[in-house]
């Protein structure tokens, strides 16, 4: 299921390195993330590592909110 998995934890990860904005943050690798098909949940991921300021707005699915994260350039 990726990232529509119900156990999936890294939305509460990511909204928590928003909130505390740590210097550093490590996170488990999950077994398969790296696989081909869980891609763009992996840059989506990422993304909001780059730009944790920038959260899912409340009618926005994860797919949608990284549509607009790859807007945004390291300049803006």
């Known amino acids: 299921m990726g990232y529509d998995d119900p156990r999936n934890m890294f939305p509460a990860i990511l909204d928590a390195v928003a909130l505390i904005m740590p210097q550093a943050v490590l996170i ?3 077994k398969g993330l790296l696989r081909p098909r869980f891609s763009d949940a992996l840059e989506y991921i990422k993304k ?3 730009f944790p300021n920038l959260t899912r707005k ?3 699915d994860w797919r949608n909110h990284y549509r607009r994260l790859l807007k945004i350039n390291v300049s803006d």
Request: charged share 45%; proline share 0%.
């Open 28 to 30: 488990e690798n999950v």
């Open 48 to 50: 909001r590592l780059q």
């Open 58 to 60: 409340r009618t926005e």
